[in-house]
């Protein structure tokens, strides 16, 4: 409960620059990672492309003509978007439909928080440990941010503790566009109760709203375990919010991935946990994708009204 419940401790000074140190560190490894792998992917792209255009026009010189009309159709579906394949005896296309390719996301930051970490290892149920869990989870969907482009903060990139003041400061410090905090629940009572809850803040905005419903939509999509209405504050008073939660500056919501105190969610948390990270990363650009949208409106709105040019 250390990271998630009310808590006044707090970092000293020094351990929170020394903190902030290391996270700058990790951060520009990652970006050199990040660049490294996207000049490779760019070289093995031009290789691929190469092969594909000499390879059709040395099979097409040996292939016998036929009508035009002759094509085939293929459809190709991947885990964010569609592609299409379209085959003639004369020609090949590739086209890709991205509902996410309209998104900048050279300016756009996302903070994760994978609950607990160290000492705190969070709910535990034999070999289901909560802090292991949502790191794990938390890599999963900053590998698929980071695939389009959007630049992706965890708190805590490996089994390691930390406050809850400072996991808000880290998403405030990198000035994230979203804080998405991700844990189990546990019922120490009855070990019946089973689901996915997500909670926002007590005095949410539009912004926080939209977000936590662009959340809740893709991941009821997925199978396994029933997901509540989203709730305000915390699930001890809906007037107290969750301190990462309330230390933050941007939108947010902490999302209780089931129970580990329930053995069926443990089952379907594990059989889909790459489908649950999927949907909270398609919540988050679906929200981003949005807004970036509405800002456009509002721009172009403003700039034609006030238009010098257009006036009498």
């Known amino acids: 409960m250390e990271d998630i419940m009310p808590n ?42 190469l092969v594909v255009v000499f390879g059709v026009k040395t099979i097409g010189k040996h292939l016998p003509k036929k009508s035009k009309s002759n094509k ?29 390719s309209k998104l900048k996301t050279d300016k756009l930051t996302v903070c994760i928080d994978p609950g607990h970490g160290g000492k705190d290892k969070g709910h535990e149920n034999g070999d289901v440990v909560e802090s292991k869990q949502m790191l794990e989870m938390a890599k999963q969907v900053s590998d698929d941010l980071s695939a389009y482009g959007v630049n992706v903060v965890l ?27 991700l844990h189990r629940n546990e019922d120490t009572a009855s070990g019946d109760t089973s689901g996915i809850e997500l909670y926002i803040d007590k005095d949410a905005d539009k912004d926080t709203t939209r977000l936590a419903t662009a959340l809740y939509k893709r991941i009821k999509k997925v199978s396994g375990m029933d997901i509540s209405k989203t709730k305000y504050g915390s699930k001890v008073d809906e007037d107290t919010n969750y301190v990462v939660i309330d230390g933050v500056t941007m939108p947010a919501c902490l999302i209780y991935f089931g129970y580990v105190s ?17 949907a909270v990363t398609e919540g988050i650009l679906t929200y981003l994708l949005k807004k970036q949208e509405e800002e456009n409106t509002i721009k172009e709105t403003e700039e034609e009204t006030y238009d010098e040019s257009l006036l009498p």
């Open 155 to 181: 708190t805590r990139e490996d089994d390691s503790f930390l406050y809850l003041n400072p996991r808000s400061q880290v998403a405030n410090d990198n000035k994230a566009d979203v804080f998405v905090s």
């Open 72 to 100: 085939t159709k293929v459809v190709q579906t991947t885990k964010h978007y569609e592609t299409q394949r379209i085959e003639t005896t004369e020609k090949t296309s590739y086209k890709v439909n991205d509902k996410y």
């Open 8 to 49: 006044k401790e707090k970092m000293s000074p020094e351990e929170l620059r020394r903190y902030r140190r290391r996270v700058e560190q990790r951060r520009r490894e990652r970006l050199r990672v990040r660049r490294n792998r996207q000049i490779l992917g760019g070289f093995l792209i031009i290789i691929g492309v």
């Open 262 to 278: 329930n053995s069926s969610d443990n089952q379907a948390f594990a059989k889909n946990m790459s489908k649950y990270s999927s």
